[in-house]
């Protein structure tokens, strides 16, 4: 695992086409923004898990983009981790 440290509004780029940018942190929070080729897919990996349950605040969770991503199931490599 690469492990960076970056401020907020900084970014790093993976593979050329894919930026990752500090939008905020807040207390424990960090906010971040992908830009990723649509052919990219991105999953939260807390969705991933069988019998997730809501996060703490009570609140259903939410898929990371659009709502046609919830409907594609996690890769084997995200939930075997």
């Known amino acids: ?3 960076l440290s ?3 509004s900084e ?3 993976i593979d050329g086409d894919i930026r990752v940018t500090v ?3 807040r207390g424990n ?7 990723a080729p649509e052919r990219v897919e991105i999953y939260r990996e807390e969705l991933c898990r ?3 349950e809501a996060r703490p605040s009570g609140r ?3 898929p990371v983009a659009s709502p046609s991503l919830s409907a594609v199931p996690c890769p084997p490599s995200v939930m075997d981790s």
């Open 23 to 25: 939008l905020s942190i």
């Open 50 to 52: 069988p019998g997730r």
């Open 6 to 8: 970056r401020k907020p």
């Open 11 to 13: 970014t790093i780029v």
């Open 1 to 3: 695992m690469l492990v």
């Open 60 to 62: 259903s969770p939410m």
């Open 29 to 35: 929070q960090v906010r971040l923004g992908i830009e």
